[in-house]
């Protein structure tokens, strides 16, 4: 009963959808996703983004969502409980654990930067720059030693702080806030945004026939990104799932889920860009679209102060709900694996994972994680991390536990834990089609591309 105690269940099943959705909603929404359909020129890339949500993130949520509340375990558990003791599928249950350690560790740090950029806003010190200037602050807080182990240290202070306080009394408590706080933020900054004279052209980029841009390896960034967005493949739907009551509807949470994460990602492209064309900026300005280009363009404008407050914050708000959910699933596998204490399981993993994110906080300032480490690997420490989450540990994880789910887990349970709780099951066919066939299809397609096949 001790454990039960610890581990938790979420108060409603609301509770649930919004700490899901943060989970999903994150820096992947508001601060990836627009910079990629700028480079990937807009239009169709978006079109086939919301394709691989439907068709493949989709399942695999289901998936994970079903194997937390049947197991009633984290991802490592999950996958002993559910095959057997020392099977090797249980290595996917690590591979979670494992990728919510590196993404956590490199996500805090861009965190961070919007923590600062935060403080800069409310501070008025963005106010009046240059172009020259907002560039250059961008690359002096990215080459400052001081402020990103500043504000890594102050982001994963709070992440460890919500995860302390248990999953009804801090996640899904802070959920109920951040949610709807976030989509407040985003629709203010939707209003504005639809008065500036860039809006129509915004709108024919996003949501307009453009294909001028598209290659193969945008259609697998798309599908990466679908991975990275919904939280999948890093065990943070399964350890939320084992917290879901038992009669509740995982497949209408999952589309619930899908739709909201979607959604925040088309409005974070509608706020950004119509700020973009009406400044004269190039969409494919790259990761720095958000830090360069909202700064220079809000600070020129009556009120920029205090937009540009309210859109750092929103970042802030979003990376935080994702930050949770990863630190949850480290936490949870030490409480029900190891039988920490929550508080104990918390500090301890937080702190880890803060120590594990120095060398890509100081990937912008040290020679030993920064540029010699980029001179002899090609990439810097931040980078690795991020490339090695988003090309390897996220797409196969989701591979592994569709085929799992598709083809492992004994057929009488898989088909009573889709069905439970939910009347959508006519669609129990088509989702474990798509988890045999059109998941690991997919995942093989961006293994090809990351090895430079494709």
Request: proline share 4%.
């Given at each position: 009963?001790a454990?039960?105690?610890?581990?938790?269940?979420?108060?409603?099943?609301?509770?649930?959808?919004?700490?899901a959705?943060?989970?999903?909603v994150?820096?992947?929404?508001?601060?990836?996703?627009?910079?990629?359909t700028?480079?990937?020129?807009?239009?169709?890339?978006?079109?086939?983004y919301l394709?691989?949500?439907?068709l493949?993130?989709?399942?695999?949520?289901?998936?994970?969502?079903?194997l937390?509340?049947?197991?009633?375990?984290?991802?490592?558990g999950?996958f002993?409980?559910?095959s057997?003791?020392?099977?090797?599928?249980?290595?996917?249950?690590?591979?979670?654990?494992?990728?919510?350690?590196?993404i956590?560790s490199?996500y805090s740090?861009?965190?961070?930067?919007?923590?600062?950029?935060?403080?800069?806003s409310?501070?008025?010190?963005?106010?009046g720059?240059?172009?020259e200037q907002?560039?250059?602050?961008?690359?002096?807080?990215y080459?400052?030693?001081?402020?990103?182990?500043?504000w890594?240290a102050?982001?994963?202070?709070?992440?460890?702080?919500?995860?302390?306080?248990?999953?009804?009394?801090?996640?899904?408590?802070?959920?109920?806030?951040?949610?709807?706080?976030?989509?407040?933020?985003?629709?203010?900054?939707?209003?504005?945004g639809?008065?500036?004279?860039?809006?129509g052209?915004?709108?024919?980029?996003v949501?307009?026939?453009?294909?001028?841009?598209?290659?193969?390896?945008?259609i697998?960034?798309?599908?990466?990104?679908?991975?990275?967005?919904?939280?999948?493949?890093m065990?943070?739907?399964l350890?939320?799932?084992s917290?879901?009551e038992?009669?509740?509807?995982?497949?209408?949470?999952?589309?619930?889920?899908?739709?909201?994460?979607?959604?925040?990602?088309?409005?974070?492209?509608?706020?950004?860009?119509?700020?973009?064309?009406?400044?004269?900026?190039e969409?494919?300005?790259?990761?720095?679209?958000?830090?360069k280009?909202?700064p220079?363009?809000?600070?020129e404008?009556p009120?920029?102060?205090?937009?540009?407050?309210?859109?750092?914050?929103?970042?802030?708000?979003?990376?935080?709900?994702s930050?949770?959910s990863?630190l949850?699933?480290?936490?949870?596998?030490?409480?029900?694996?190891?039988?920490w204490?929550?508080?104990?399981?918390a500090?301890?993993?937080?702190l880890?994972?803060?120590?594990?994110?120095?060398p890509?906080?100081?990937?912008?300032?040290?020679?030993?994680?920064?540029?010699g480490?980029?001179?002899?690997?090609?990439?810097?420490?931040?980078?690795l991390?991020?490339?090695?989450?988003?090309?390897?540990?996220?797409?196969?994880g989701g591979?592994?536990?569709?085929?799992?789910?598709?083809?492992?887990?004994?057929?009488?349970?898989?088909?009573?834990?889709f069905?439970?709780?939910?009347?959508?099951?006519?669609?129990?066919r088509?989702w474990?089609?798509?988890?045999?066939?059109?998941?690991?299809?997919?995942?093989?397609?961006?293994?090809?591309?990351?090895l430079?096949?494709?």
């Amino acid at each position: 009963m001790a454990q039960e105690a610890a581990r938790g269940q979420w108060h409603s099943r609301l509770g649930f959808v919004l700490a899901a959705a943060g989970s999903a909603v994150g820096l992947g929404n508001i601060w990836k996703f627009p910079y990629i359909t700028g480079e990937s020129g807009g239009g169709f890339f978006v079109l086939i983004y919301l394709a691989c949500v439907l068709l493949v993130g989709l399942p695999i949520m289901t998936a994970e969502i079903i194997l937390g509340r049947a197991a009633q375990r984290s991802p490592v558990g999950a996958f002993r409980t559910l095959s057997r003791r020392g099977s090797p599928w249980v290595a996917t249950g690590w591979l979670g654990v494992v990728a919510a350690f590196v993404i956590l560790s490199y996500y805090s740090v861009v965190a961070g930067w919007a923590l600062h950029y935060t403080w800069l806003s409310i501070s008025g010190a963005l106010a009046g720059m240059s172009t020259e200037q907002v560039g250059e602050t961008f690359g002096a807080v990215y080459s400052s030693p001081r402020l990103n182990l500043l504000w890594h240290a102050v982001f994963m202070a709070i992440t460890i702080g919500v995860v302390w306080a248990g999953v009804q009394r801090g996640i899904e408590r802070w959920a109920r806030v951040l949610m709807p706080a976030m989509f407040l933020a985003l629709l203010a900054m939707l209003v504005y945004g639809v008065q500036l004279p860039g809006f129509g052209r915004a709108l024919d980029f996003v949501f307009g026939a453009h294909s001028e841009k598209l290659t193969a390896a945008s259609i697998l960034e798309a599908l990466g990104h679908s991975f990275f967005t919904l939280s999948l493949g890093m065990g943070a739907m399964l350890t939320y799932g084992s917290y879901f009551e038992r009669e509740g509807d995982a497949v209408k949470a999952s589309i619930a889920i899908g739709v909201l994460d979607s959604v925040v990602a088309l409005l974070a492209c509608m706020v950004l860009f119509p700020i973009t064309f009406s400044h004269g900026m190039e969409p494919a300005a790259g990761p720095g679209l958000v830090f360069k280009g909202v700064p220079m363009a809000l600070g020129e404008l009556p009120g920029g102060q205090l937009l540009s407050s309210v859109f750092f914050l929103l970042l802030v708000f979003a990376a935080l709900t994702s930050a949770i959910s990863l630190l949850e699933v480290a936490t949870a596998y030490f409480i029900d694996e190891r039988g920490w204490p929550r508080r104990r399981a918390a500090l301890l993993t937080g702190l880890t994972i803060a120590v594990l994110g120095v060398p890509s906080a100081l990937s912008g300032s040290s020679e030993l994680f920064g540029a010699g480490m980029e001179a002899a690997v090609g990439r810097n420490f931040f980078d690795l991390f991020d490339y090695l989450a988003s090309n390897w540990m996220l797409p196969l994880g989701g591979m592994l536990t569709a085929l799992f789910v598709g083809y492992r887990l004994d057929r009488a349970l898989r088909e009573e834990e889709f069905m439970r709780g939910t009347t959508l099951g006519k669609l129990y066919r088509s989702w474990l089609g798509l988890l045999r066939y059109a998941v690991p299809v997919g995942m093989a397609f961006v293994f090809l591309n990351a090895l430079g096949v494709l």
